[in-house]
């Protein structure tokens, strides 16, 4: 028997057979794409990098575990607050062995100046127990095995797995997914299509510090209440309704803390 000719099938709206109509299929949402051409995201991040040669994360660690433990602690916590409760703990506990050899209420000593201590306590220890019977207590270099752990999303993933094995991922935090819709540069509803947008546009040579300088620049001068455009480097480059200057701050290497200051 002959295929049916693609004029032979019955199209839906389009017979009169009295059969019942096929629903329509409602478009696909569009994906939004960055305003910036190639040229201009790659200005924009050789900007970043001639102000922040090496950007640094804020969380204290020493090794893959230690990151791991720390950005789990650092879920609606500060930087600042988790260093000062891990810089005791990590002293006595920096693999999954010896964090084991702490009893999860002897953990919970260390860290109860952090928010929601009692469950991220219960999670180091689970975590670190998958860690010695899965990875022969090694922090996995692969997102789908790290977010199999206790306590581990895509966003804590993509932090361990761009600062401890240097992937090109882009793990986007409050900051990032400002500025991602704020100036047009990845335009996502959520983080996830911030985040693939980022890693389809930024340059590769870039995608190892990008998170960090996208970060900084959120904290320090693309501010959630106020953008603080006259302390911009890319201000002439800008396309965010919300700027307010036009002329960008002077491109000078910045120390690692410092914060970069208008005019
Ligand atoms: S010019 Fe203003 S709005 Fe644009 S990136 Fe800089 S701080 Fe943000």
Redesign the pocket.
Same mark, same amino acid.
């Given at each position: 028997m002959s295929k049916p000719k693609p004029k032979d099938r019955a199209l839906p709206g389009n017979d009169n057979s009295g059969a019942a109509k096929a629903p329509r299929r409602a478009a696909a949402p569009r994906r939004r794409r960055s305003v910036y051409t190639p040229a201009e995201v790659h200005e924009i991040f050789r900007r970043f990098s001639v102000q922040r040669p090496e950007p640094k994360g804020e969380l204290e660690h020493v090794n893959a575990f230690t990151l791991l433990v720390a950005v789990v602690l650092s879920a609606q916590a500060t930087d600042a607050g988790v260093n000062k409760a891990t810089r005791a703990l990590f002293k006595i506990a920096d693999t999954p062995q010896k964090m084991l050899a702490l009893s999860e209420e002897e953990l919970g000593r260390y860290i109860r100046t952090i928010g929601l201590w009692r469950n991220k306590a219960k999670n180091v220890i689970a975590l670190s127990q998958a860690l010695i019977r899965d990875h022969d207590g090694k922090v996995p270099d692969d997102r789908e095995e790290l977010v199999k752990l206790p306590g581990v999303g895509r966003k804590t993933a993509n932090v361990v797995l761009n600062m401890a094995f240097g992937k090109h991922t882009m793990a986007v935090d409050t900051h990032i997914f400002r500025i991602g819709n704020?100036?047009g540069l990845a335009p996502g509803k959520t983080p996830e299509q911030v985040e693939a947008e980022l890693v389809r546009i930024i340059p590769d040579e870039y995608m190892r510090h990008a998170h960090h300088w996208l970060i900084l620049h959120g904290r320090y001068? +693309?501010k959630a209440r106020k953008?603080?455009?006259p302390a +911009?480097v890319?201000?002439d480059i800008?396309k965010?309704p919300?700027?307010t200057t036009s002329i960008p701050a002077p491109l000078v290497e910045l120390a690692p803390q410092e914060i970069p200051q208008a005019l």
């Open positions: 704020r100036i001068v +693309c953008p603080d455009c +911009c890319i201000a800008c965010s919300e700027k």
